[in-house]
């Protein structure tokens, strides 16, 4: 790599972020030319947060070209998490400055004094600090090493721990299995739950002992929903294949079939995050439920009718808050349940993200691999949630 | 009253607009909502019955109760030492909840009663942490923790889930809600923050407060990978590890003994739930007015 090189990331970065801030600028009518010389900075200073800890080192000769085209990404990565923030930051600056009005604050009644605050902060800001942003910062730098627990030294290997992901079968497998599983508790736990809602919200007789029957699901653990279905789906003396048979002539291998295991976690995940889903959708459902009595009266209009066109359109809050809880659920909590019900297998067939990423960082003791796994994990959280709430954020309804 | 307001607009020959829900109330809504219940409450029930039973009764599909539960419960205390797992899950789960609370009502009302410079990026600081799944930071957290000696500890359990970014915006919400008369009248009282937190604040929060408690409750009983890789051995472990024990790796599963340790395992934080619930369940109706 020639020495100029890094040079020429941050002139170009430098010009992207130009161009792209001025632009903006010139649609709130604010100077272009104020934009172009913040732009370039932000463009600049967002191309190097992640080749400078790096060193560029994705852009030598002798590395691949999957390297330098995430070396890329990366690049862009940087500049969008630094470019985007300055544009929002300026403009509510300027929008704030043209309505003196706007974003007024709850400051009346507000106590004396500057130490007080700091004090009553302190303990809540030194634990995130050392429990949460410092590992955060720690997993990105593990992600460039090749490091073992216990062993004093370790190995820088650029973003290796990234690019050796596509190749890897194990981890695509999982990655097909996640988004699996994750869609199935996704849909089948909010359908479920919306039903059982639109049956539990109304004012009828004994509303509230329903209510407790349906939600107390939420309180037992991933585990022990794990425990349970390994005792309903057993292959000797479980009990659901036992009815199956009984009334349809099947059996299910439920925990040895690899095609059937990711339903047995899929069931006792419903199952257990079942009783959070109503809840709020009875919570959701009855502060609209006077809309829906409108809804009612809209002539000709028939159940079907109005539960698409009035009740659905009216939660759709609440089914995106869910469907992002629901997924977190999916991808994270789920390990416990699995580790009981299947250990991941048969054949990996229930090795999700996370309990690959148990295996390689503390049973294969790989802690960059892991690190680097956890990171990818992160962002396909991060994007997921930016694109529910492009795609349907737009169109939430948020008058209720 | 908005639904009077709403039926004038109505044709005369338009009825009883409160009874027309979207479902009517019938009977066959009763039904439904047993069969549900019935069908959500199996598993535990099922749970509880094999409980009292050993393996020949479950191969056998006997669904009466068995007579095993004095022996279960000897092999689950004695043998694989629940009692213990259980006391830590207890000591872990109030220790980490309560202290959650307060810190949680501290920087609620540092935020809301109190103006410093940086409040915003302070506020930032403490909402960002919102996105963070620890499942994710665990490599990193697990290198840190042992490095500063806490392997294998108590405190590794407690201390760095002490922090509530969850706790702080909900009481942020809450007490922004609350007229600014009250700590003016306070001030002029000459009353400190602390007994204004006290006297006025947490009384007028017991509803989100209930509901925060459930909350944490259930996610701190219910940890299980930190605390798996955390600490070794028996002595410290919390019960969601220690049913392990239980599982037996060759002999094969003696399903009795698992299934009485799942329910004992549950019963803390279903307690919580039932006893709190109607303050969890307002705590969240508030959360959602705004």
Same mark, same amino acid.
């Given at each position: 790599?020639?020495a100029?090189?890094?040079l020429?990331i941050?002139v170009?970065?430098?010009?992207?972020?130009a161009?792209?801030l001025?632009w903006?600028?010139?649609r709130?009518q604010?100077?272009?030319?104020l934009g172009?010389?913040?732009?370039?900075?932000?463009?600049?200073?967002?191309?190097?947060?992640?080749m400078?800890?790096?060193?560029?080192c994705?852009f030598e000769?002798e590395?691949s070209?999957i390297?330098a085209?995430f070396?890329v990404?990366? $690049?862009?990565i940087?500049m969008?998490l630094?470019?985007?923030?300055?544009?929002?930051?300026?403009r509510s600056?300027?929008?704030?400055?043209?309505n003196?009005?706007?974003g007024?604050?709850?400051?009346a009644g507000a106590?004396?004094?500057w130490?007080l605050?700091?004090?009553?902060l302190?303990?809540t800001?030194i634990v995130?600090?050392l429990?949460?942003?410092?590992?955060?910062l720690?997993?990105f730098?593990?992600?460039?090493l090749?490091?073992?627990?216990g062993a004093?030294r370790t190995?820088f290997?650029c973003?290796?721990?990234f690019?050796?992901l =596509?190749?890897?079968g194990d981890y695509?497998?999982?990655?097909?299995?996640t $988004?699996f599983i994750?869609?199935?508790?996704v849909?089948?736990?909010?359908?479920l739950?919306?039903g /059982?809602?639109l049956?539990?919200y109304?004012?009828?007789?004994g509303a509230?002992?329903?209510r407790?029957?349906l939600i107390?699901?939420?309180?037992?653990?991933?585990v022990?929903?794990?425990v349970?279905?390994l005792?309903?789906f057993?292959p000797? !003396?479980g009990?659901v294949n036992?009815?199956l048979d009984?009334?349809?002539g $099947?059996?299910?291998?439920?925990l040895?079939?690899p095609?059937?295991?990711?339903?047995?976690?899929?069931?006792?995940?419903?199952?257990?995050?079942?009783?959070?889903? /109503?809840?709020f959708? $009875?919570?959701?459902?009855?502060?609209?439920?006077k809309?829906?009595?409108?809804a009612?009266?809209?002539?000709?209009a028939? =159940?079907?009718?109005?539960f698409f066109?009035?009740v659905?359109?009216?939660l759709?809050?609440?089914?995106?808050?869910l469907v992002?809880?629901?997924?977190?659920y999916a991808?994270?909590?789920?390990?416990g349940?699995?580790?009981?019900?299947?250990?991941?297998?048969?054949l990996?067939?229930t090795?999700?993200?996370m309990?690959?990423i148990?295996?390689v960082g503390i049973?294969n003791n790989d802690l960059g691999?892991a690190?680097?796994q956890?990171i990818?994990?992160f962002a396909?959280v991060? !994007?997921?949630?930016?694109?529910?709430?492009?795609?349907?954020?737009?169109?939430?309804?948020?008058?209720? | 009253?908005a639904t009077?307001?709403?039926?004038?607009?109505?044709?005369a020959d338009?009825v009883?607009?409160v009874?027309?829900?979207? @479902?009517?109330?019938?009977?066959?809504?009763h039904?439904?909502?047993w069969?549900?219940?019935?069908?959500?409450?199996?598993?535990l029930f099922?749970? &509880?019955l094999?409980?009292t039973q050993n393996?020949?009764?479950?191969?056998a599909y %006997?669904?009466?109760p068995?007579?095993?539960?004095?022996n279960?419960?000897?092999i689950?205390?004695? +043998?694989a030492n629940?009692?213990n797992?259980? @006391?830590?899950s207890?000591? #872990?789960?109030? @220790?980490?909840?309560?202290?959650?609370? #307060?810190?949680s @009502?501290l920087?609620?009302l540092?935020?809301v009663?109190?103006?410093?410079p940086g409040?915003w990026i &302070?506020?930032?600081f403490?909402?960002v942490t919102?996105?963070?799944?620890?499942e994710i930071? &665990?490599i990193a957290?697990?290198?840190?923790?042992n490095?500063?000696g806490w392997?294998?500890n108590?405190l590794?359990l407690?201390?760095?889930?002490?922090?509530s970014?969850?706790?702080a915006?909900?009481f942020r %919400?809450?007490?922004?809600n609350?007229?600014?008369?009250l700590?003016e009248?306070a001030?002029?009282?000459?009353a400190n923050?602390?007994?204004f937190?006290?006297r006025v604040? #947490?009384?007028?929060?017991m509803n989100t407060?209930?509901?925060l408690v459930?909350?944490?409750?259930?996610?701190?009983w219910?940890?299980? +990978?930190?605390?798996?890789l955390?600490?070794?051995g028996?002595e410290r %472990?919390?019960?969601?590890?220690?049913?392990?024990?239980?599982?037996?790796?060759d002999?094969?599963i003696?399903?009795?003994p698992l299934?009485l340790?799942a329910v004992?395992?549950?019963l803390?934080? &279903?307690?919580?739930?039932v006893? +709190?619930?109607k303050?969890f369940?307002s705590?969240?109706a508030?959360?959602?007015?705004?």
């Open positions: 790599m020639t100029q090189a890094p020429l941050h170009i970065a430098a010009l992207i972020g161009v792209y001025a903006r600028f010139q709130i604010v100077s272009p030319a172009g010389m913040i732009g370039a900075a932000a463009g600049a200073v967002g191309s190097a947060i992640f400078l800890p790096l060193n560029y994705t000769s590395r070209l390297d085209v070396g990404l990366l $690049i862009g940087g969008a630094v470019v985007l923030p300055v544009d929002a930051l300026i600056v300027v929008m704030r400055r043209r003196p009005n706007m007024g604050t709850a400051q106590f004396k004094g130490l605050p700091i004090v009553f302190a303990p800001l995130l600090t429990f949460l942003y410092y590992p955060s720690d997993t730098r593990l992600s460039t090749l490091a073992r627990l004093r190995l290997v973003v290796d721990n690019t050796s =596509v190749s890897d695509l497998n999982s990655f097909v299995i $988004i994750s869609a199935a508790i849909v089948l736990g909010l359908a739950a919306l /059982i809602a049956l539990a109304q004012p009828i007789k509230r002992i329903y407790t029957l107390w699901p939420y309180a037992i653990s991933p022990v929903a794990g349970i279905f005792l309903l057993n000797t !003396g009990i036992y009815a009984n009334v349809f $099947i059996k299910i291998g439920w040895n079939d095609t059937a295991a990711p339903w047995a976690v899929i069931i006792a995940s419903v199952w257990k995050s079942l009783g959070y889903n /109503i809840l959708y $009875i919570a959701g459902l009855q502060n609209v439920s809309d829906i009595r409108e009612a009266s809209i002539d000709g028939n =159940v079907a009718q109005r066109s009035v659905l359109p009216l759709s809050p609440i089914t995106f808050f992002i809880t629901n997924m977190t991808f994270f909590e789920t390990f349940t699995i580790d009981y019900l299947t250990g991941g297998g048969p990996n067939s090795s999700t993200l309990y690959n148990y295996e049973t691999k690190a680097a956890s990818v994990l396909l991060i !994007g997921l949630t930016v694109v529910q709430f492009r795609t349907s954020g737009n169109r939430v309804n948020y008058g209720a | 009253m009077t307001t709403a039926s004038e607009t109505y044709p338009y009883e607009p009874r027309r829900t979207l @479902l009517p109330e019938r009977w066959y809504i039904a439904a909502l069969v549900i219940c019935l069908i959500v409450g199996f598993p099922y749970a &509880v094999v409980a393996n020949s009764n479950v191969y %006997q669904f009466l068995g007579d095993q539960f004095e279960n419960w000897n689950v205390m004695n +043998l629940l009692g797992y259980m @006391l830590n207890i000591f #872990i789960t109030v @220790l980490v909840t309560a202290g959650k609370t #307060i810190l @009502l920087a609620g540092a935020f009663y109190f103006r410093f409040k &302070v506020f930032g403490v909402l919102l996105m963070m799944p620890t930071l &665990v957290l697990f290198r840190f923790v490095s500063i392997g294998n108590y590794a407690i201390v760095p889930f002490i922090a970014a969850t706790g915006f909900l %919400q809450h007490f922004a609350i007229p600014a008369e700590s009248a001030q002029l009282d000459g923050p602390l007994t937190l006290i604040l #947490i009384p007028m929060s407060i209930g509901a459930v909350i944490q409750f259930v996610y701190v219910n940890m299980y +990978l930190w605390p798996a955390i600490i070794q028996q %472990q919390v019960v969601q590890v220690g049913l392990r024990t239980l599982v037996g790796a002999v094969g003696s399903f009795g299934m340790g004992i395992a549950s803390p934080p &279903v307690i919580i739930f006893l +709190l619930q303050q369940m705590g969240f508030l959360g959602r007015d705004k």
